[in-house]
T-cell receptor, first 113, second 114 residues
Framework: TQLLEQSPQFLSIQEGENLTVYCNSS?????LQWYRQEPGEGPVLLVT?????EVKKLKRLTFQFGDARKDSSLHITAAQTGDTGLYLC?????????????FGKGTLLTVNP | DSGVTQTPKHLITATGQRVTLRCSPR?????VYWYQQSLDQGLQFLIQ???????AKGNILERFSAQQFPDLHSELNLSSLELGDSALYFC????FGTGPYGYTFGSGTRLTVV
């Protein structure tokens, strides 16, 4: 069973601070995706990283895929209250003719004004 | 609005009952995925359909079943409901039948079994 461990589980910071959340596994993934989920809504895809060592930026968010494609990090610069939400990572792995997406349990981020 | 429509948004029912959750995928998407989300287990994959056919199965109980219709909408049927089935149920869709790509999720159905 492939597991994705996300840390920290909870994070509460002040507006303007920087933060990094992590997603780790002992398994290799074909790609890794990050989603943000707000209360009462479904997860929304933020980014997909495919190549080991790949770095993608989305405004104040920087996503990195580990060289070995087993882990990833999400760094937020100058956090805003609108960044509050549950951040989920998901790893895609090939299982025969079909890909399987495994989700971590998420990091619940609260950005206080 | 993600383009994936789930109904109903909330459902309260008694133990032993049967309910049907409905999902309309984003226009052009052929795959539909069902997930269950609970506080302790996170997002758990239940089942995937691609263009009307079952493509993959996850941790779906025998009391649960699903189907995808010719118009590509999907229904998840939950029967003999137990208190532990209370959770958020999400439907997601994608263009491809397989591939390391992201999904588009609906807003979910919150099921409460009392």
């Amino acid at each position: 069973t492939q597991l994705l461990e996300q840390s920290p589980q909870f994070l509460s910071i002040q507006e303007g601070e920087n933060l990094t959340v992590y997603c780790n596994s002992s398994s290799v993934f074909s790609s890794l995706q990050w989603y943000r989920q707000e209360p009462g809504e479904g997860p929304v895809l933020l980014v997909t990283v495919v190549t080991g060592g790949e770095v993608k930026k989305l405004k104040r968010l920087t996503f990195q895929f580990g060289d070995a494609r087993k882990d990833s990090s999400l760094h937020i610069t100058a956090a805003q209250t609108g960044d509050t939400g549950l951040y989920l990572c998901a790893g895609a792995s090939s299982g025969g003719s079909n890909y399987k997406l495994t989700f971590g349990k998420g990091t619940l981020l609260t950005v206080n004004p | 609005d993600s383009g994936v429509t789930q109904t109903p948004k909330h459902l309260i029912t008694a133990t032993g009952q049967r309910v049907t959750l409905r999902c309309s995928p984003r226009s052009g998407d052929l795959s539909v995925y069902w997930y269950q989300q609970s506080l302790d287990q996170g997002l758990q994959f239940l089942i995937q359909y691609y263009n009307g056919e079952e493509r993959a199965k996850g941790n779906i109980l025998e009391r649960f079943s699903a189907q995808q219709f010719p118009d590509l909408h999907s229904e998840l049927n939950l029967s003999s409901l137990e208190l532990g089935d209370s959770a958020l149920y999400f439907c997601a869709s994608s263009v491809f039948g397989t591939g390391p790509y992201g999904y588009t999720f609906g807003s979910g159905t919150r099921l409460t079994v009392v």
